[in-house]
């Protein structure tokens, strides 16, 4: 792996690992297919070097949340279907039909003006997906308005094409939670009340945590974001995971040595103060990059040398601290904030259970002024 010269921070992201969790994924729900989810930049991995991995591992189709990310893998060549996840500013249309997106619709009036921007361009039908609302109260359709909303779809076949009908779990990452039957009962019933519809038309209602742990909610294709990534999707699904491996690592080299007294505070309001002698190294990386502030407070530890170590002292913007104790530390060693070194291992998600959120948050997170070095790479 080449190493880093433009900074010294940065995030590894292995796209083979990328591809092998695609590949557990596809042999765990098929018949199923998968579809996977890149928005957010592909939860901070990047869209376009990870879109392109999955379309080399035969993926369905690629879901983004806004005209904007679907347009940026176009404009990368990217030619596989690319579904946005919910109803976009009317003012995006156009771009949604030039650029060969698949809406998401819930609403007659966009639905009407998906079919006019298709019938001003002429020639083109624009595919759409039915989102909906079975419970999760985001985004979609009230069940009751489905049939009407297909039914306008299909008066407006010269312009549109339904290809999909879905909903979106509220709880999936709680197997047992009761609102998963609840919101499986209100999908069929409204399924049913659609009587058969195309074979074309593809139903589908999990993310990563659903597809593991609701093996009957699989149907055509499941819509797997954070599993692809090889984060666990919730601590409830964690046994259904199977050998997922972690995309995404974080990095530092030791910027500064330093050997401190006791009784000396450190960083910001001297909020960590030596209690012996110790050696300190400064990292230049901090809560601009995406480590958050308070990471030193909840017992966040740093990798260097093969050794698990405390950070010391309030995250600061751009570095930080980490309590090296007696250790030989040279300036240009390199620490790991999540990811392997030796034997010991930190994970995204220890961040997230230390930090009370979950392991989204802390890859989306990492800023775009760290740089991704991609392998193999891009
Ligand atoms: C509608 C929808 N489907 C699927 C996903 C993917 O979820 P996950 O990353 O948990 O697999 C998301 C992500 O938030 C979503 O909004």
Redesign the pocket.
């Known amino acids: 792996m080449a190493d880093n010269t433009t900074r010294w921070a940065w995030a590894r992201v292995d796209l083979d690992a990328y591809v092998h969790n695609i590949t557990v994924l596809k042999r765990m729900v098929a018949p199923s297919g998968v579809w996977v989810?890149v928005?957010a930049d592909a939860?901070g991995h990047g869209a376009v070097p990870v879109s392109r991995a999955a379309v080399s591992a035969g993926v369905g189709g690629l879901?983004v949340?806004i005209t904007a990310e679907g347009v940026e893998l176009r404009d990368a060549g990217i030619d596989a279907p690319i579904l946005i996840?919910s109803e976009q500013p009317i003012g995006e249309v156009d771009d949604i039909v030039h650029h060969r997106l698949t809406a998401t619709v819930y609403r007659k009036q966009y639905v009407e003006a998906l079919a006019s921007a298709a019938r001003r361009r002429g020639g083109v039908r624009v595919d759409v997906h039915v989102?909906v609302d079975t419970g999760m109260h985001r985004v979609g359709a009230d069940p009751a308005d489905v049939p009407a909303l297909v039914a306008t779809i299909g008066a407006n076949a010269d312009a549109l094409r339904l290809a999909g009908i879905?909903t979106?779990f509220a709880a999936?990452?709680t197997p047992g939670h009761p609102a998963n039957a609840v919101q499986s009962q209100r999908f069929a019933a409204v399924l049913d009340a659609l009587g058969p519809v195309d074979a074309s038309v593809a139903i589908h209602a999990?993310?990563?945590?659903g597809?593991m742990s609701i093996p009957t909610e699989r149907r055509d294709l499941v819509?797997?974001?954070?599993?692809?990534y090889g984060v666990v999707?919730g601590e409830g699904v964690i046994d259904h995971c199977g050998d997922l491996r972690q995309v995404m690592s974080l990095h530092a080299r030791v910027s500064r040595i330093q050997r401190l007294a006791a009784g000396e505070g450190v960083s910001y309001g001297h909020r960590f103060v030596t209690s012996a002698p110790t050696t300190v190294a400064t990292l230049p990386i901090g809560y601009a990059d995406g480590v958050p502030r308070r990471l030193w407070s909840q017992g966040g530890e740093v990798l260097v040398g093969g050794k698990r170590r405390p950070i010391i002292g309030v995250v600061t913007m751009d570095q930080l601290m980490v309590d090296c104790g007696d250790d030989e530390v040279e300036v240009g060693d390199e620490a790991v904030l999540f990811g392997t070194q030796g034997s010991e291992r930190i994970r995204s998600e220890d961040w997230a259970r230390a930090l009370d959120t979950i392991g989204?948050e802390i890859t989306c997170g990492i800023g775009r002024r760290v740089p991704r070095l991609y392998s193999p790479s891009v």
């Open positions: 989810v928005k939860y879901c949340a996840f989102k879905y979106h999936a990452d999990v993310n990563s945590a597809a819509r797997v974001g954070i599993a692809t999707p989204y």
